[in-house]
């Protein structure tokens, strides 16, 4: 039975920039694919768009892009598909495509995807009565309508397979869903349709992508029994060998470090899942209870069995609104009673803040080292020799959170003793994106897809 | 105080039983919790309810906990509501993303009654418990090892 290799080498950006080419040099692929895009990754990009027009997209990919060309002449079957095109798909095809002509590759066939972006027609669509509501308070978008940046419905796979049957070599798009950068490849090379008699293959497709998108977290990155062995620092990326009855296994690279077993596959499988038994794309609605693992040894796992059913009529959509600024600075406290003291430290920032007329939307005050980072669940009662204390601060206003900023030094020398740790200077501010998630119809939206001159 | 009517044995630690692995969605969080073996799956069923990780991590105020069976994974996966202080792009709090959760949860103390026997739930491939090379030598962070942390009584 035929079977292609897909290989993910990208989980998030600012991931592991060396890992596609130890990936593709290391995988025997057919495809690689690169996933960009966090949950608010579009609006940060949609903030640098907006500053400057040709950018709004993931750079990053450049850089890969540029590292991968000798292994690009070498591996003539080897295609792309990335959602490193962001906020401006177009914009980063047309770098792409300049760099592989100044590379001598001049016969790369590049399509994009696009269509995800409402921002164009935002008031458009609520004005036709698509109100975008929150999907966890119910609000409609109308309540912060001004201060949305960015607003992108995540397709599917169909566009990529209808790039792919045009002969692109490298698909770019915009946001789509995580998973569809394999479920794409899958289904157009073994000509599978979106229809009731393809849902189970679309489903193992579906579980492979999830399995694989978030990149070294399959591989023994996050793996509860990693250790020294696990060889971390050269870890392989994952690799999905799917079969064209949709049966796949997990694996890496020969010679990697990491790990693929039934403990790493199992765990990655319910990451960022709620109910297993009904995972929602657009092109399928899967059953993550109907898999079966297989450990085959050496770095390979079996999945089988994977089912799934009709996708509903509506496209998820990530929108992003200005909310305001938020900072977080650290101290070191040294020192007998240190988690007491940098309690009383974080309490003495803010009541001086307080006092020369600043109060915050809100404050948090955290000691890392006493077990704040899971607040009240750890056990209590040890004295550590230091902690860190962290404090944030998040408010409408840009000055106020700015004057926070310059709060921390002043403890160096005006608070207890043992206070250390000033060392990098004043925290920076940054603008709070907040995320709202919503539906849309998806007779609302007509995904597109061209490919470059 | 009525006495129990079953015999608690000895307490024994979810991380004995069970590997675990967390993550966000928004301002909600999931802990997927995976057993070693079927006899720790159905001790996962019968003792690790919503309700107990709902009061375990009862400090993040969560506004529901729901729970998922996933028995081709010997798993239970709970979904923490409302626990991410506003979630990644605006929690004012270390860990925004509920990364830390799992390792959390799996230091939950499970204490189980006589019928069960919790050596036929650990994982078959024992771990190396001097997995980690030694820290560096130092005075002070010796007096607290994490070994010495678990026994030391409260101060």
């Known amino acids: 039975m035929r079977r292609i290799r897909i290989g993910n080498g990208c989980g998030f950006w600012g991931d592991n920039l060396d890992a596609p080419v130890r990936l593709v040099r290391d995988g025997q692929l057919d495809y690689l694919t ?135 070599r490298l698909v770019i798009t915009g946001r789509v869903a995580d998973v569809s950068l394999t479920v794409g490849p899958a289904a157009y090379e073994f000509g599978w349709g979106f229809g009731a008699a393809d849902f189970d293959r679309l489903a193992a497709a579906t579980v492979a992508g999830h399995l694989i998108e978030c990149g070294a977290q399959v591989t023994g990155g996050l793996w509860i029994h990693a250790d020294e062995q696990t060889r971390l ?88 609104y200005r909310d305001g600024y938020m900072a977080a600075g650290t101290l070191v406290i040294v020192g007998p009673q240190a988690v007491s003291k940098a309690q009383l430290s974080g309490r003495i920032l803010l009541e001086r803040l307080r006092q020369a007329g600043w109060t915050y939307q809100r404050s948090y005050v955290e000691v890392l080292g006493a077990g704040d980072a899971v607040p009240g669940v750890w056990p209590q009662g040890y004295e550590p020799p230091e902690v860190v204390l962290r404090v944030a601060v998040h408010d409408p206003r840009r000055e106020a959170v700015e004057r926070f900023t310059r709060e921390f030094a002043p403890l160096v020398t005006s608070g207890f003793a043992g206070t250390t740790g000033y060392t990098t200077g004043r925290p920076p501010v940054r603008e709070v994106l907040s995320f709202w998630p919503a539906l849309i119809a998806k007779s609302a939206v007509t995904p597109q897809v061209e490919l470059l001159p | 105080m009525t006495a129990p009517d079953i015999t608690p044995t000895r307490p024994i630690r979810l991380g004995e039983i069970a590997h675990a692995r967390s993550g966000d969605k928004g301002n909600h969080a999931n802990i997927a919790v995976l057993a070693y073996t079927d006899e720790g799956y159905a001790i996962l069923r019968r003792f690790l309810t919503a309700e107990r990780v709902a009061q375990y991590f009862a400090s993040l105020q969560p506004s529901k906990v729901e729970r998922y069976e996933v028995p081709n994974v010997r798993g239970l996966n709970f979904v923490l509501y409302d626990v991410l202080d506003g979630g990644a792009s605006r929690s004012l709090r270390s860990d925004s993303q509920g990364k830390a959760l799992a390792v959390a949860l799996l230091q939950m103390t499970l204490t189980l009654p006589s019928d069960v026997n919790p050596e036929r739930c650990r994982r078959s491939a024992p771990t190396n418990p001097e997995r980690f090379p030694p820290s560096v030598p130092n005075p002070v962070r010796r007096e607290n090892t994490k070994a010495n942390i678990e026994s030391q009584e409260p101060v």
């Open chain 1, 233 to 320: 620092e050269e870890v392989g990326y994952p690799i999905a060998e799917i079969a064209e009855d949709g049966t796949f296994v997990i694996t890496k690279p020969a010679g990697s470090g990491g790990i693929v077993n039934e403990e790493t596959v199992s765990e990655q499988l319910l990451y960022e899942v709620a109910d297993p038994r009904a995972y929602y794309t657009p092109d399928v609605v899967v059953d993550f209870t109907s898999v079966q693992l297989e450990d085959q040894g050496s770095n390979v796992v079996t999945i089988r069995g994977a089912s799934g059913v009709t996708a509903t009529d509506t496209y998820k959509v990530s929108i992003a």
């Open chain 1, 34 to 168: 690169l996933e960009y895009l966090a949950e608010l990754t579009m609006s940060i990009l949609a903030i640098q768009k907006q500053k400057n027009p040709t950018l709004g997209y993931a750079t990053d990919f450049l850089d890969v892009l540029r590292s991968l060309m000798p292994l690009l002449r070498q591996q003539t079957q080897l295609k792309i598909v990335t959602n490193a095109g962001g906020m401006n798909p177009l914009g980063c095809a047309r770098a792409a495509r300049d760099l592989l002509r100044h590379h001598q590759l001049d016969d790369w066939r590049i399509a994009v995807v696009q269509g995800d972006d409402l921002m164009p027609r935002l008031n458009e669509l609520l004005e036709e009565g698509h109100l975008l509501h929150h999907l966890d308070t119910g609000e409609p978008l109308t309540a912060v309508r001004e201060r949305v940046v960015s607003a992108n419905v995540y397709l599917g796979a169909k566009p990529i397979v209808e790039a792919l049957k045009q002969g692109a």
